[in-house]
């Protein structure tokens, strides 16, 4: 079974701009969530969607948006970049079985802002 | 205070030791616990999932929960080069749905 995608794989954008990011789930999750990686703050969670609603959210500014569509996959958005931006976002799907959901993830996708 | 510390290392050692990689916590709801690899330039591996306190045995790696103390610890026995990566711990918020808190991650260097 194919694991979690995400593209782009690298990306580098300037202040100021907008960028989206994919991510496609392993077959049968219907469970998608974000996070941001970087060196100081290390792994942060950004937004989780389910069924093409958001269920939980983390304390990012609202300049992070994300959805879902009816195939689960995802996509995150980020406007208006601020160099503090740059890290590694990173998507990860999950499926309840056995009395517990475990989270898969991508590869992750690395974003540069200049 | 973060809600789960974890000492970032590194932490380097022979091939053939035994690693133990620990983790605080301050929130005592938490209830599930993870431990995960990353490889340089790779999405996170799940290694270990915990729920009650006391040791889970896979292989080479047993993870250990102490709720009464909120510490959890990963043993990692006849250590390889392979296994140089950063392990980061995690857990999952109460209130349902997936929301991970994760340590800061601890860089492991095997030598062999």
């Known amino acids: 079974k194919a694991g979690v995608t995400q593209t782009p794989r690298y990306l580098i954008k300037t202040r100021g701009q907008q960028v989206t990011l994919s991510c496609s789930p392993i077959s049968g999750h219907r469970s998608v969530s974000w996070y941001q990686q970087t060196p100081g703050q290390g792994l942060q969670f950004l937004f989780e969607y389910f069924s093409e609603t958001q269920r939980n959210k983390g304390n990012f500014p609202g300049r992070f948006s994300g959805r879902q569509f009816s195939n689960s996959r995802s996509e995150m958005n980020v406007s208006t970049l601020e160099l503090g931006d740059s890290a590694l976002y990173l998507c990860?799907?999950?499926?309840?079985?056995?009395?517990?959901?475990?989270?898969?993830f991508g590869p992750g996708t690395r974003l540069l802002v200049l | 205070q973060k809600e789960v510390e974890q000492d970032p290392g590194p932490l380097s050692v022979p091939e053939g030791a035994i690693v133990s990689l620990n983790c605080t916590y301050s929130n005592s709801a938490f209830q599930y616990f993870m431990w995960y690899r990353q490889y340089s330039r790779k999405g996170p591996e799940l290694l270990m999932y915990t729920y009650s306190s006391g040791n889970k045995e896979d292989g080479r790696f047993t993870a250990q929960v102490d709720k009464s103390s909120k510490y959890i610890s990963l043993f990692i026995r006849d250590s390889q080069p392979s296994d140089s990566a950063t392990y980061l711990c995690?857990?999952?918020?109460?209130?349902?749905?997936?929301?991970?808190?994760f340590g800061a991650g601890t860089i492991l260097r095997v030598k062999s």
């Open positions: 995690a857990t999952n918020t109460p209130g349902g749905g997936n929301k991970l808190v």
């Open positions: 990860a799907s999950s499926l309840f079985t056995g009395g517990r959901e475990t989270q898969y």
